[in-house]
Every structure is written in C-alpha cells, then in structure tokens.
C-alpha cells in the first residue's frame, strides 16, 4: 500500500500554529489516482513543454479539514505546501477567499463532496484536489484576515546546466595504493 506522509503547518485565524503527521492513502484528483504521485518536495526538474496548474489542496486533519495551496505538474505529480488553513476558519466568507489572485476553480465543499465526502467533512486518508489555470506558483490569499500561503517550489528545466560555465572539476580521492592509478576525467 502507497502512503504518503503530510506534515502540515496548520495556522488558525489567531495565529497559531499545529503541526499534525497525517497519512494520505488516497489521492482525489478528478477521480481516483496513484498516492505515489503526491509530494511536498519543493525542486523538481520539468521539461520546458510541462504543463504546470496551480490547485489547492483538501485533507481530513483531526481538528477538521485543511486546505493548503498545490501545483500539478504536466506528468501527474502534485507537490503540496506545507503550510494550510483549516477549511472551517474560511467557510463563513469563502467566497473572498482567492487562488493565484483569482476565484477559487471549484467550491470546495463540491470538491469534498466528489472525493465521498459531506458538507465540511473530508474520509479520512484522502487528499483532494481542486485544479485551476496554468501558473508556476500557487497562492492562497484571504483578504478578510490579510493572511497569504505562497507555494512557490524550483522548477529547473531538464536541458538547462545550472553550473554553466562554473562547474567545478570533479574530484575524487583515491586510497593508498602500490601502483600509479589511471584517472579518468
């Protein structure tokens, strides 16, 4: 069985903040797909065709759900922020609440509601997905309480050297030996 550990920082409208170890074993993303696919890493390397959408992301927690903001690549990997709200705090002025400065692609309680959930209530294992428009970064933004989650991980393109023409020599070290040893460089 595929698990993937979410280790969320969780801020509520005072301030504070929990940090829960929650298991996903389920993946909601437009229907069910691989958990293997779901990351929190923050570098990847994409080809410069790569599709990249910015999503939020839902997960049960015990205090209620979370929402945090993601990014679904061209391949099917979706990275997801560490940083999340809880869907509970928003709910009264959701309406105001913005993905890369624009309305949200999906209500999240439909989002919920097709992942097999109810109302503000998510199974439990399961992270859904709600995708919007092609971005590199994905902003959650709510005004009513001048609060932003910016998820903005390195995309490197495959064919471009980050070194350039600085890339050091490689080195390696070879142990004591009785003979002269053949380096291949």
Request: aromatic share 6%; glycine share 10%.
């Amino acid at each position: 069985m595929a698990l993937f550990l979410y280790k969320p920082h969780i801020m509520n409208a005072a301030g504070q903040i929990t940090s829960p170890d929650v298991i996903a074993d389920r993946l909601w993303l437009d229907g069910r797909k691989p958990v293997h696919q779901l990351t929190a890493e923050y570098s990847f390397q994409v080809d410069g065709s790569m599709d990249v959408r910015a999503a939020y992301a839902l997960m049960a927690l015990g205090g209620g759900v979370s929402i945090a903001p993601a990014l679904v690549l061209g391949d099917g990997r979706v990275t997801v922020s560490r940083n999340a709200w809880r869907l509970n705090n928003l709910e009264p002025h959701m309406g105001e609440v913005t993905l890369n400065g624009a309305a949200f692609p999906n209500d999240p309680l439909d989002i919920i509601a097709q992942a097999g959930g109810k109302g503000l209530e998510l199974p439990r294992g399961v992270m859904a997905i709600a995708v919007g428009g092609s971005a590199k970064c994905a902003i959650l933004a709510d005004p009513k309480s001048e609060r932003v989650i910016d998820h903005r991980p390195a995309l490197n393109a495959v064919d471009e050297d980050p070194w350039g023409s600085d890339r050091p020599d490689p080195r390696y070290t070879v142990g004591p030996t009785q003979k002269e040893v053949t380096h291949y460089l």
